[in-house]
């Protein structure tokens, strides 16, 4: 029901900064984990960051320092805003949201559609 849309990739030069979208379509992010993921040409999808219901955030080694996960709960979106980009940052990034559904930790995964980051001179 819930659906999720990114928005905000595009191509940028090496050093360049992007900032990344992903928009709910209604009020879903408390008791969430939202995230954001990335799937590069020839590899696994990956965990780039997340950010729990209270603030909480988590990256990648690869990332952190670099790339900042945030919400925006009035407006049902999460944000990725990705500094120093390199060319191994270039990827498809997905939206992501983890629901706890019940006390016994039960949980439903959504993902969004993807967009894509090139990062290339």
């Known amino acids: 029901q819930v659906q999720l849309v990114e928005s905000g990739g595009g191509l940028v030069q090496p050093g360049g900064s992007l900032r990344l979208s992903c928009a709910a379509s209604?009020?879903?992010?408390?008791?969430?984990?939202m995230g954001w993921y990335r799937q590069a040409p020839g590899k696994q999808r990956e965990l780039v960051a997340t950010?729990?219901?209270?603030?909480?955030?988590n990256y990648a080694d690869s990332v952190k320092g670099r790339f900042t996960i945030s919400t925006d709960n009035a407006k049902n979106t999460v944000y990725l805003q990705m500094d120093s980009l390199k060319p191994e940052d270039t990827a498809v990034y997905y939206c992501?949201?983890?629901?706890?559904?019940?006390?016994?930790?039960?949980?439903?995964?959504?993902w969004g559609q993807g967009t894509q980051v090139t990062v290339s001179s």
């Open positions: 992501h949201s983890r629901v706890t559904v019940n006390v016994e930790g039960a949980t439903i995964d959504k």
């Open positions: 950010i729990t219901s209270s603030g909480k955030t």
């Open positions: 209604r009020r879903i992010f408390s008791g969430n984990t």
